[in-house]
């Protein structure tokens, strides 16, 4: 069975945006895929990176990368995304909300991840699996162009795409974003519907 993890970060439980997530959580799971979401405010996902979240020893100069690598090279903790899908569900606010970049920053570590011996890009961790970004935002589809102040939908948020999700290896598909309409519902069933089609968004 397919498996999909879909890590949603929104404040509101009856946002359109949480709206968005459900209706691809119920199409993915009618065409077999295990569904798991991680909602990280429901959650009260802790934001910051620190000792805390390490077996650390005190006194020390604490290094976030270094400690990540002893973390992944003592199996002290576990990267929760062996899906084959993963999906980011988010206000888009040019970028990721604070918790959700948190969790990147969480999950996705030096040692177990990316970093020497563990590849990058086209040798990446998670070579052959896909992601894609489900999101909503607060300017009309039409101001998302070339010659449009916020760009063009699948540059603007390049950094994400390239810098994280391709960096680990992933098969990068065109995001699905709505604007708040409520036939937007309905694109997010078809697009979900037709993942196998969907275009990448490199190459």
């Keep these: 069975?397919?498996?999909?993890?879909?890590?949603?970060?929104?404040?509101?439980?009856?946002?359109?945006?949480?709206?968005?997530?459900?209706?691809?959580?119920?199409?993915?799971?009618?065409?077999?895929?295990?569904?798991?979401?991680?909602?990280?405010?429901?959650?009260?996902?802790?934001?910051?990176?620190?000792?805390?979240?390490?077996?650390?020893?005190?006194?020390?100069?604490?290094?976030p990368q270094a400690e990540q690598v002893r973390a992944a090279q003592n199996?002290?903790?576990?990267?929760?995304?062996?899906?084959?899908?993963?999906?980011?569900?988010?206000?888009?606010?040019?970028?990721?909300?604070?918790?959700?970049?948190?969790?990147?920053?969480r999950v996705f570590v030096m040692g177990a991840v990316y970093g020497s011996g563990v590849g990058t890009y086209d040798n990446g961790k998670f070579l052959g699996r896909q992601a894609l970004l489900l999101c909503t935002m607060g300017s009309p589809e039409s101001a998302y162009s070339p010659q449009a102040n916020d760009g063009e939908l699948n540059t603007a948020p390049f950094h994400i795409h390239n810098g994280m999700l391709r960096f680990a290896g992933y098969t990068v598909l065109v995001p699905v974003v709505g604007d708040n309409e409520r036939a937007q519902l309905e694109r997010v069933r078809e697009a979900f519907t037709g993942l196998d089609d969907r275009a990448k968004v490199f190459g």
């Excluded at 949603?8 to 119920?26: L, V």
């Excluded at 990267?79 to 888009?92: G, K, M, R, T």
Aim: aromatic share 12%; with cysteine; hydrophobic share 50%.
């Design 75 to 105: 199996h002290t903790f576990a990267a929760n995304v062996a899906a084959e899908l993963l999906i980011f569900s988010f206000p888009l606010w040019f970028s990721l909300p604070a918790l959700l970049k948190s969790w990147m920053n």
């Design 1 to 63: 069975m397919p498996r999909a993890l879909i890590v949603h970060a929104h404040p509101e439980a009856a946002s359109f945006c949480a709206a968005q997530m459900r209706g691809a959580a119920r199409t993915l799971e009618a065409q077999g895929h295990k569904v798991e979401i991680s909602d990280l405010y429901a959650q009260g996902w802790n934001a910051g990176l620190g000792r805390g979240n390490f077996t650390y020893a005190q006194g020390g100069h604490f290094k």
